[in-house]
């Protein structure tokens, strides 16, 4: 997994994916383009995901993913949404190293990528 920071822009979903996913973070597009496509953001993540990186994402709003590698979706202290990676409710990295949360973390979603093919991301996926 990569470590990405983010800048002023707010990249931090942007920064999760290229780690989550092992990318250069400038292969990876920024949210706001994404946001873009018809039927929004996570629309154009899935078809981002599906036609270049051989993975499907999904939105899972429960607590089912205690053992796969994540991007969790959170509410920090200020209330601005955040992006993580998470293993479980274990915080893997956070590219805004100055973010604060409240005393229990609010998950709003967590975003987790199902492989096409053999490939592995976060501990799932076929090993042949």
Not at 24 to 50: A, N
Not at 97 to 120: C, D, M, N, Q
């Amino acid at each position: 997994m990569r470590k990405y920071y983010a800048n002023s822009t707010g990249n931090c979903l942007q920064c999760c994916l290229a780690g989550i996913l092992d990318l250069p973070l400038e292969h990876v597009p920024y949210i706001e383009t994404l946001g873009l496509s018809p039927g929004g953001w996570f629309k154009g993540l899935y078809d981002w995901c599906k036609t270049l990186q051989n993975h499907v994402p999904i939105a899972v709003f429960d607590n089912t993913l205690d053992d796969l590698i994540h991007i969790e979706v959170v509410k920090t202290l200020k209330g601005v949404t955040h992006a993580v990676i998470s293993k479980g409710t274990t915080v893997l990295h956070d590219p805004d190293s100055t973010a604060e949360y409240p005393k229990e973390r609010k998950t709003e979603y967590r975003i987790l990528f199902v492989p096409l093919t053999g490939h592995r991301i976060g501990g799932i996926g076929d090993d042949s």
